[in-house]
């Protein structure tokens, strides 16, 4: 993946790029940088995602994994909503460990321990997640409750005492997951969107809690929650997705299990392959590069708000359409020729439908026009359910992959791709 600096025809790295900035910890220090200063030493201009943060990314997907176990077990709207409140919840703290690998780098064994506890704790998480609105509740929240203060613990190294005005609301929201284990029905559910409110609190916090206690104004404070690599951030979640994509492949073997290995089987197991192909290309082939060229040219002090719209609220859906598009292909695989029902039609078109959703939501957040293409695209892709039940899921398949085809194909022939994505400017705001 390109990356600042990399190569013929990508952004310059410039001197200034790559010293470290006033105030950030000495190479080989675990020192926490003086608050309001940029990330700590260790990442630079256009660093490579570690190994480690690709075997944490591993462990977090299998929460999406399971996921997609529970919502195929019960293709019904309730459970689809739990799935999707269970996945928001969780990939808060995915975001917030990305971003704070991004500015603490796992780079020294302190580190790399740390990190591997919240792995532990978000393993703890994906084996309660089939019983989470049951017996299994109170681990859930115990181990997300983990996820958090491990958190909390490395973010030290990068904004000291700060810290607790992203701890306190986090941590709290862990409880109240963990609360929400104890009881049943509405009041299990009122905990989990409470949860939730927490959450979406916390960046106000984040900006303004430090600056009244500290005496620093928000500008300050944005800058320093903005002095991301952008190269690093961008990747990090790009390899997310393919992991995730990853596990859509997995999807079409248990989906094919132990039947017999037909024409027809191979021909359904293709074109799924073909529809997780055709969602790879949607992002990759024109999202990311053009993403990392707008976080570049983007001032630290707008950068931090840019990166949890694209990042967070925009790839949420990509990622729940992953989950859903995986437990739908699970479900028809082994009835290729019958008529679906309407579970999983839906959820074969939904999750199609609420991925480019995402992207839609990325686009526009990051300024990569055009979008006009993949917006008619999203209903097309929904309507594509009612091929399933009236015909077959074969057809519905077919339907798809044509429908994410002749996007592709409008897009590249009317709205070519052109050097040098449009960047934001001081008027972007």
């Not at 990442?43 to 480690?52: E, I, K, N």
């Not at 603490?104 to 994906?126: E, K, N, T, Y």
């Not at 073909?274 to 990311?288: H, I, S």
């Amino acid at each position: 993946m390109n990356r600042a600096g990399d190569g013929p025809g990508q952004t310059p790295v410039t001197e200034a790029q790559r010293s470290p900035a006033p105030g950030t910890a000495r190479a080989g220090s675990d020192e926490a940088p003086a608050p309001g200063t940029a990330q700590a030493e260790g990442d630079g201009a256009g660093r490579r995602v570690s190994t480690l943060e690709l075997f944490f990314d591993l462990v977090f997907v299998f929460t999406l994994t399971q996921l997609t176990v529970l919502l195929a077990a019960d293709l019904s709207f309730a459970t689809a909503a739990r799935v999707a409140l269970i996945f928001v919840v969780l990939f808060w703290m995915y975001g917030a460990y990305a971003y704070l690998t991004n500015q603490v780098p796992p780079d020294r064994p302190s580190r790399r321990i740390l990190l591997m506890l919240g792995m532990g704790a978000f393993l703890v998480c994906a084996l309660a997640i089939p019983r989470a609105f049951d017996d299994g509740g109170v681990v859930f929240g115990l181990g997300f409750l983990g996820v958090v203060l491990v958190h909390s613990a490395l973010y030290t190294r990068s904004h000291g005492r700060d810290v607790i005005w992203y701890a306190v609301p986090n941590s709290l929201a862990a409880l109240a997951v963990t609360a929400a284990g104890l009881f049943d029905g509405p009041r299990a559910d009122g905990l989990w969107l409470l949860a939730l409110v927490l959450q979406f609190v916390t960046p106000f916090f984040a900006e303004h809690g430090a600056g009244r206690r500290g005496g620093r104004d928000a500008a300050a404070l944005r800058t320093q929650l903005g002095a991301l690599d952008p190269a690093h951030f961008v990747e990090r979640h790009g390899l997310l997705l393919i992991v995730a994509f990853g596990e859509s492949v997995i999807a079409i073997g248990i989906g094919i299990g132990s039947r017999p290995l037909t024409v027809d089987l191979f021909a359904g197991a293709f074109l799924a392959l073909a529809l997780a192909g055709a969602l790879w290309w949607t992002y990759f082939v024109r999202d990311e590069h053009a993403a990392e060229a707008v976080f570049t040219a983007t001032p630290p002090d707008r950068r931090w708000r840019l990166a949890m719209n694209a990042y967070y609220y925009a790839f949420l859906p990509m990622l729940l359409g992953i989950a859903y598009c995986a437990a739908g292909v699970k479900k028809t695989l082994g009835h290729l020729t019958e008529q679906s029902s309407t579970g999983p039609a839906l959820t074969l078109a939904g999750g199609v439908a609420l991925f480019l959703a995402g992207d839609v939501a990325f686009r526009s957040v990051l300024k990569l026009w055009p979008v006009a293409f993949r917006a008619v695209a999203v209903p097309v892709a929904a309507a594509t359910a009612l091929l399933g039940v009236r015909f077959s899921a074969v057809a519905e398949l077919l339907a798809l992959v044509g429908v994410l085809v002749v996007m592709l194909g409008a897009e590249a022939r009317w709205s070519p791709a052109r050097p040098g994505s449009r960047t934001l400017t001081a008027s972007d705001g």
